[in-house]
């Protein structure tokens, strides 16, 4: 294989491997008919994580009765990951609760499309 070939493939692999990870939900793929499940919310926090690493940590603050992770995002835009450092530069700080029972759903679906939206400046700019 000749030299400018396999840059050409090591060039569209890294370009590949740098991809954004995809942020949508299962409801706004489905048109909003579907839901995900609990493998959505995983993978959703780990790549809110990956795509706003300055901005957003995924933690986990418990374990299902199941013995399965239960997540949490942080979102913010001073750096202000702990209540400590909210408290300490006199910062309000937001909880959003979304998928806490079966069936009631629609708050994360919700919330995972507005952090994003805000995220990206598209929705209530300021707001972090």
């Known amino acids: 294989m000749s030299r400018s070939v396999c840059l050409l493939v090591l060039s569209a692999a890294v370009s590949l491997a740098q991809a954004a990870p995809d942020l949508t939900t299962v409801s706004e793929r489905s048109g909003f008919i579907k839901t995900g499940r609990y493998d959505e919310v995983i993978r959703l926090c780990a790549a809110f994580q990956s795509a706003y690493p300055q ?10 009765p199941e013995g399965r992770p239960m997540k949490a995002l942080i979102v913010t835009r001073t750096g202000a990951f702990t209540a400590a450092a909210a408290r300490a530069r006199k910062l309000p ?19 995972f499309q507005a952090i994003r939206e805000i995220l990206d400046g598209k929705l209530a700019k300021g707001a972090l």
Do not use: M, R, S, Y
């Open 93 to 111: 700080v937001t909880l959003i609760q979304g998928g806490i029972h079966a069936g009631e759903i629609d708050g994360k679906d919700a919330g």
């Open 55 to 64: 901005q957003v940590k995924c933690i986990d603050f418990g374990t299902t």
